[in-house]
Nanobody, 124 residues
Framework: QVQLVESGGGLVQAGGSLRLSCAAS????????ITWFRQAPGKEREFVAG????????SYVDSVKGRFTISGDNAKNTVYLQMNSLKPEDTAAYYC?????????????????WGQGTQVTVSS
């Protein structure tokens, strides 16, 4: 079984920064993809960024390119999402998800493992 635990959310003013962490445990992650999704009230869950654990290849939704960076620390089994230049429209609950595949899939239904989520609120 895989466990994912997010942390790092909070309240920040527009233009500010936050770093989210997703700590993974349960099995070797060399063939896994870890992805961040977000969900705002009344909206569907949205792909934000993903990373292939073994190759470190990454993918981002267009709305966060140049502002967000996803990275992984193999020694700590942790994936980070550095979020800079935050905007009010980034406000959402952020979830990390994992799947046993090297392909970064953008559909939440394709992910087997989920964290509990962490809230990010950006004030204007």
């Amino acid at each position: 079984q895989v466990q994912l635990v997010e942390s790092g959310g909070g309240l920040v003013q527009a233009g500010g920064s936050l770093r989210l962490s997703c700590a993974a445990s349960g099995r070797p992650f060399s063939s896994y993809t870890i992805t961040w999704f977000r969900q705002a009230p009344g909206k569907e869950r949205e792909f934000v960024a993903g990373i292939n654990w073994s190759s470190s290849s990454t993918s981002y939704v267009d709305s966060v390119k140049g502002r967000f960076t996803i990275s992984g620390d193999n020694a700590k089994n942790t994936v980070y999402l550095q979020m800079n230049s935050l905007k009010p429209e980034d406000t959402a609950a952020y979830y990390c998800a994992g799947r046993a595949s090297r392909y970064i899939n953008r559909y939440s239904s394709q992910y087997e493992y989920w964290g509990q989520g962490t809230q990010v609120t950006v004030s204007s």
